[in-house]
């Protein structure tokens, strides 16, 4: 049954200046090459840092994407597609299906939305066979944070980017940021930037040279594994209509 709690305060998030409007589309695959001895080559910290005040400022934003998580050293490994809208300063909506990890129930799919409306944050879900639930919570970080695990990370990344109010660890919280090569996405000229996690841990990013717009994030699991989100079909200060950030319904997802 659809669950149901009194709505909290007003969703909360620093207000961001607008840009100029770009649009990109397409899967995060491309060449590898490495940096030629003579072109201009920024530091790792650089980028990273430049990439969050690009995110920071936008006055719009969407994109599509999927996260491959191997659950071992051979077989195919899960994927999760995700959806993100963002309109500033406190509009938000983050929706992702998950399958089933055994590859033979992978028809079964758990379906979940977190965002804010304006007015209202809220976390959404929708097991397989069963009602959706809806929970309203008092603020923004919260409804990220519970989906943060279950959507193999993507939901916090792209948050953590966008809004001020969201905490955990950000990009500026890895160390020994590097360039270590560069690539193409789409024919586009990308960075290839890693950065170790405080834990220990290697982190690897694709950003795109020009725009410093975010399209891969990489990172091992242990066991030889890795999890990959991707990001690509990204509109910037675009307008999206409001009617995007409503709250979900138990009707399920359109």
């Known amino acids: 049954m659809l669950a149901m709690i009194a709505p ?12 100029r409007r770009s ?25 990273i840092k430049a990439l969050i005040e690009r995110y920071s400022r936008l006055r719009t934003y969407r994109d599509r994407g999927a996260v491959y998580q191997e659950l071992g050293t051979d077989g195919p490994a899960v994927e999760m597609t995700f959806e993100t809208a963002y309109t500033s300063p406190n509009l ?15 028809h079964l799919i758990t379906r979940c939305v977190v965002g804010c409306d304006g007015t209202q944050s809220y976390f959404w879900i929708e097991y397989p066979g069963e009602l959706a ?12 944070a519970g989906a943060t695990g279950i959507s193999g990370g993507s939901a916090h990344t792209i948050a953590r980017l966008l809004l001020g109010g969201v905490g955990g660890l950000a990009l500026s919280g890895l160390r020994d940021w590097a360039v270590a090569g560069s690539t193409f996405v789409d024919d586009i000229p990308c960075y290839q930037v890693v950065g170790v996690h405080p834990s220990g841990g290697r982190w690897d990013l694709v950003v795109e040279r020009d725009s410093l717009l975010l399209r891969s994030l990489s990172r091992g699991l242990g066991g030889g594994r890795r999890k990959r989100q991707v990001r690509h079909d990204i509109h910037l200060n675009s307008e999206i209509h409001p009617d995007t950030f409503v709250v979900p319904r138990d009707e399920g997802l359109n």
């Open 23 to 47: 649009r990109l589309s397409g899967k995060d695959v491309g060449r590898t090459t490495r940096l030629s001895m003579g072109t201009p080559r920024p530091s790792g910290e650089s980028i």
């Open 133 to 144: 639930d809806l929970r309203i919570e008092d603020d923004l970080a919260t409804v990220v």
């Open 92 to 106: 938000f909506r983050f929706a992702f299906d998950s399958p089933h990890p055994f590859p033979p129930l992978k």
């Open 8 to 19: 909290g305060p007003t969703c909360r998030s620093k207000r961001r200046a607008p840009q």
